[in-house]
């Protein structure tokens, strides 16, 4: 009996053990790195005001109800804050309607033209530790948060401080940054980051860390107690580490589903894509293609700015089908002016400017082309080649 009994003893005493030591390990680094602590910085001691869109700002909590251009900044206005003494960041963001976009911002007094800018996650409460971003040093003159969307809603910051770091928000912000929620990234249904973007120490580090401990206790028992190396307490260990972690994504997945199930539950496939970041795009493109393009599928080039992401110019092509669109970086190439052909402008990240009342020459080939104005709106401009 005590056969049997002894690998699972073996195991539990190189698990426990060995996870003892990673936390004393960890508590002593994350005590080496506290530092002077001063006053937090809260809603209800600095004052925030709107400097574009607007909304409600108590010492509670920040209410953003419009946007200007697609854009609400909230800013505190000149202050003085030692980005080493307050460096951990708490923020419950509620996001009751889609928000494209919410980023912390803060303005270094040595460079006050550059400013910091660190991606929040809305719908959850978080706890950052902006010493893990390079820019958080110095002295910082101005923070404030950059929220961004092309519809009003009601978007609400429930609560917000900047605090000094101490051992218990040290333990915080690690374990936060291990099951900060991730929203889809656009990419493989089973990529994960494992948290949060930046982290002091990443999740499956520490785990690597911790079963090689275990396995070199694990081998000073056998070797003590001169007991022969048996492979099911590692390979159990393994499986531990990949559960920890498989478990951690797991909890990721599920929290996305309740996303999706809440935002698109119930709606068609036109009425889910109309939900998307692209919405707008799509019903510009679908108002062309309606009213404005021909029935048979014509030529488009979508211009966009060199250094953009052409995220949108992507969406915009594969909504334009049975249109055969090309996507083209700066100004069109003389072998890209295709006669009769068009030039699609979004206006979301293009900074293109088009004078309707001015019509354009080239010469590609020798031959010269007017461009002249098709269709214009707040989304984009439509251009044809003459």
Same mark, same amino acid.
């Given at each position: 009996m005590n056969k049997l009994h002894a690998p699972l003893r073996d195991y539990l005493i190189a698990a426990l053990l060995s996870a003892g030591l990673v936390a004393a390990g960890l508590t002593l680094y994350l005590d080496n790195r506290i530092g002077n602590t001063p006053s937090p910085i809260t809603l209800e001691n600095q004052p925030f005001r709107f400097a574009m869109g607007g909304g409600n700002i108590s010492s509670q909590q920040i209410d953003i109800k419009r946007f200007s251009n697609g854009l609400a900044i909230i800013s505190s206005g000149n202050l003085t804050l030692h980005a080493e003494q307050l460096s951990i960041l $708490?923020?419950?963001?509620?996001?009751?309607?889609?928000?494209?976009?919410?980023?912390?911002?803060?303005? /270094? %007094?040595?460079?006050? =033209? *550059? &400013?910091?800018?660190i991606p929040l996650a809305p719908g959850s409460a978080v706890l950052l530790d902006l010493r893990q971003y390079p820019d958080w040093q110095g002295t910082i003159s101005e923070i404030g948060f950059l929220a961004r969307s092309r519809l009003d809603g009601d978007h609400r910051i429930k609560a917000f401080s900047l605090e000094p770091a101490t051992l218990s928000n040290e333990w915080q912000s690690l374990i936060s940054s291990w099951l900060q929620f991730e929203p889809w990234q656009q990419r493989s249904v089973n990529y994960s980051?494992?948290?949060?973007?930046?982290?002091?120490? @990443?999740? /499956?580090?520490?785990?690597?860390?911790?079963? +090689?401990?275990? &396995?070199?206790? @694990?081998?000073?028992?056998? +070797?003590? *107690? $001169?007991?022969?190396? !048996?492979?099911?307490? /590692? +390979?159990? +260990?393994?499986?531990?580490?990949?559960?920890?972690l498989d478990g951690r994504w797991l909890l990721n997945a599920f929290e996305q589903a309740k996303h999706s199930y809440s935002s698109?539950?119930? #709606? !068609?496939?036109?009425?889910?894509? %109309? *939900?998307?970041?692209?919405?707008?795009?799509m019903t510009y493109i679908e108002h062309l293609k309606k009213n404005v393009l021909p029935d048979t599928p014509s030529k488009i080039l979508l211009l966009t700015d060199s250094d953009s992401s052409q995220y949108f110019e992507l969406k915009a092509r594969y909504h334009l089908l049975?249109? =055969?669109?090309?996507?083209? =970086?700066?100004? /069109?190439? $003389?072998?890209?002016?295709?006669?009769?052909? @068009?030039?699609?402008?979004?206006?979301?990240?293009?900074?293109?400017?088009?004078?309707?009342? %001015?019509?354009? =020459? #080239?010469?590609?080939?020798? $031959?010269s082309r007017r461009i002249r104005l098709v269709h214009k709106n707040k989304t984009g401009n439509l251009l044809q080649i003459q």
């Open positions: $708490k923020i419950d963001i509620d996001s009751l309607d889609k928000l494209e976009e919410i980023v912390f911002f803060a303005r /270094p %007094k040595h460079n006050p =033209s *550059q &400013f910091i800018r980051t494992g948290g949060a973007r930046e982290q002091l120490l @990443y999740l /499956p580090s520490v785990i690597i860390g911790w079963f +090689l401990l275990a &396995f070199v206790v @694990y081998g000073l028992i056998t +070797l003590f *107690q $001169k007991r022969r190396f !048996s492979l099911a307490t /590692p +390979l159990a +260990l393994v499986l531990t580490g990949w559960l920890i698109y539950a119930g #709606m !068609s496939a036109t009425e889910r894509l %109309k *939900q998307g970041i692209d919405r707008e795009i049975p249109h =055969s669109a090309y996507v083209s =970086s700066g100004f /069109p190439r $003389k072998d890209e002016l295709w006669e009769r052909a @068009y030039i699609l402008i979004l206006n979301i990240n293009s900074s293109f400017v088009f004078n309707e009342n %001015k019509l354009i =020459s #080239m010469q590609p080939n020798g $031959k």
